[in-house]
């Protein structure tokens, strides 16, 4: 590993690890989280056998993001291994943010429980790639 590698490496190795903590936090709390990034009463259950397949399908969800995340984190260490892999879960990572553009009340968008994500996802993650496409480019 060369050290100019080693900013990257370490991005990726802390990128990852907030993914998965992120995707933890909905693994085992289902849609209403284990509660690490905030309080957890807001959802009132009006159907409990409809609001248990929602929630295993959301605990679903958190597992895919979970993967993504440990992905993230052996790319620390195998980057050019892994490097193609990283370019496509960036890119999947943007189609999440661009999915966020659905929402029926766009104003949702700008509340700062949204908005740092939303950053993230359609700027922070584009810019990512650009690197990891570069640094595997300056390899060869």
Same mark, same amino acid.
Request: a positive charge.
């Given at each position: 590993?060369?050290?100019?590698a080693? @900013?990257?490496?370490?991005?990726?190795?802390?990128?990852?690890?907030? $993914?998965?903590?992120?995707?933890l936090?909905?693994?085992?709390?289902?849609?209403? %989280?284990m509660?690490?990034?905030? @309080? %957890? %009463? &807001?959802?009132?259950?009006?159907?409990?056998?409809?609001? =248990? $397949?929602?929630? /295993?399908?959301?605990? &679903?969800? *958190? *597992?895919?993001?979970?993967?993504?995340?440990? !992905? &993230?984190?052996?790319?620390?260490? =195998?980057?050019?291994?892994?490097?193609?892999?990283?370019?496509?879960?960036?890119?999947? !990572?943007?189609? *999440?943010?661009?999915?966020?553009?659905?929402? @029926?009340? &766009?104003? %949702?968008?700008? /509340?700062?429980?949204?908005?740092?994500?939303?950053?993230?996802?359609? !700027?922070?993650? @584009?810019?990512?790639?650009?690197?990891?496409?570069? =640094? *595997?480019?300056?390899?060869?």
């Amino acid at each position: 590993m060369t050290k100019s590698a080693l @900013p990257l490496r370490l991005s990726l190795a802390v990128i990852g690890a907030i $993914i998965v903590f992120l995707g933890l936090d909905v693994v085992l709390g289902g849609m209403r %989280t284990m509660g690490w990034m905030g @309080p %957890t %009463t &807001f959802i009132d259950v009006a159907d409990a056998s409809r609001f =248990a $397949i929602q929630d /295993n399908h959301v605990r &679903f969800l *958190g *597992g895919v993001w979970t993967g993504l995340g440990l !992905v &993230f984190v052996a790319a620390s260490v =195998a980057f050019h291994t892994l490097r193609i892999t990283l370019l496509v879960l960036c890119a999947t !990572v943007v189609l *999440g943010g661009l999915s966020r553009l659905t929402t @029926p009340e &766009f104003a %949702t968008l700008l /509340n700062m429980s949204i908005l740092p994500s939303l950053i993230a996802e359609l !700027v922070l993650f @584009p810019l990512l790639a650009l690197w990891i496409f570069k =640094a *595997g480019h300056a390899a060869t």
